[in-house]
């Protein structure tokens, strides 16, 4: 089958940087984050190669199924947690781990007749304002957990940096002062650090850090790429030139009529557009690589195509391949050139897009 576009994953490239970021970690257990579908990377495909990682990390129970399905046996833990009777005994029949962060939670565990004793990690809210429990109604929440019925197998404490990607923000200090004196009494194992705390907070690291970005090979900081910071780019979004068209100077390209040429011109027609994950927000003057060099994107990106300009190129023909990002082109330059964060473009690679595992 002749694929037009398609998300190439270099398993070799995932377990080398899940060994750099172990090696960064300095002895703290890894929880791969692999929710959103692995970050646009394949769910199923990425834990089987990072089969080395001490659990994996979901953000809803679908996705813990999906890896329970497929054979994962590592601890899974489902960051999000459960919000009914039925998923929590769904949870139970998995064997998943999972965090609570509600008080409504914790009465779904109190109710729970099962046999299976949870892994449970109890979130803290220290100023992130999303999830947890405020450091005042900690004490509550941790004793409610330890008393209940069916008790917990393991419970651990989590919590989450708002600012982990600056690293000098004293945000950051003030949440690691707001946690450490809640666990310093407790015989309770910790996980604080992202990707961004992970790389560049060795004091967040304690006993558990839960890399996802990085794993992947992108960098979290803005303005740096994952290369500097020893990683491997993991996908490489890979196209097809459909078609390449003469354009005369003062002639527009695509829809709005945004670009003109300026000259006469050569423009490559990609397959690759909204409809596969690329932003309509990617302006022009954008880079893609044909044939090992950057050409600039010209026009609108539509739902299926995107316009090239190659009038500087060697000759360039129908059939040809282009990519997006990845390896020499990292998917950081595309996120910085549309004003957004790799993040979003990663996640946002369609489902029409094949995934191929190299």
């Not at 990609?270 to 026009?299: C, E, F, K, Q």
Request: include cysteine; glycine fraction near 10%; aromatic fraction near 6%.
């Amino acid at each position: 089958m002749i694929r037009l576009i398609s998300a190439r994953i270099d398993s070799s490239a995932l377990r080398a940087n899940l060994v750099e970021l172990k090696r960064r970690a300095g002895g703290a257990r890894v929880i791969a984050v692999t929710k959103a579908n692995a970050y646009g990377h394949g769910l199923v495909a990425v834990a089987m190669s990072l089969n080395a990682a001490d659990a994996f990390g979901v953000a809803r129970i679908e996705e813990a199924a999906t890896l329970r399905a497929a054979g994962i046996e590592q601890p899974i833990v489902v960051l999000e947690g459960v919000f009914n009777a039925g998923q929590l005994a769904e949870a139970a029949r998995l064997q998943l781990e999972l965090v609570v962060h509600e008080p409504e939670q914790i009465a779904l565990l109190e109710e729970f007749r099962g046999t299976y004793r949870f892994g449970l990690w109890l979130k803290v809210d220290t100023g992130m304002n999303r999830l947890g429990f405020r450091p005042e109604a900690f004490a509550a929440a941790w004793a409610r957990l330890k008393a209940l019925p069916t008790p917990p197998q393991i419970l651990r404490v989590m919590t989450h940096l708002a600012c982990a990607d600056e690293s000098g923000s004293a945000r950051n200090d003030e949440q690691l002062q707001r946690v450490t004196p809640l666990v310093r009494a407790l015989d309770a194992e910790l996980s604080i650090a992202n990707s961004a705390a992970l790389l560049a907070m060795p004091a967040t690291h304690a006993q558990w850090v839960r890399p996802g970005l990085a794993l992947y090979g992108v960098s979290p900081f803005v303005g740096q790429e994952g290369a500097a910071l020893g990683l491997k780019p993991v996908m490489t979004l890979m196209s097809t030139v459909l078609a390449v068209r003469k354009v005369r100077s003062g002639e527009y390209v695509g829809y709005g009529a945004s670009w003109s040429a300026k000259r006469d011109s050569l423009v490559a027609i990609v397959a690759g557009g909204y409809g596969d994950g690329l932003l309509r927000s990617i302006p022009s003057g954008a880079p893609i690589m044909i044939g090992g060099r950057t050409a600039p994107i010209v026009g609108r990106v539509s739902m299926d195509m995107i316009a090239v300009d190659v009038t500087d190129l060697p000759p360039v023909q129908p059939g040809d391949k282009a990519q997006l990002w990845g390896g020499a082109l990292p998917v950081e330059r595309l996120a910085a050139a549309a004003g957004t964060i790799p993040y979003e473009l990663l996640c946002g690679v369609s489902q029409r897009v094949p995934i191929e595992l190299v």
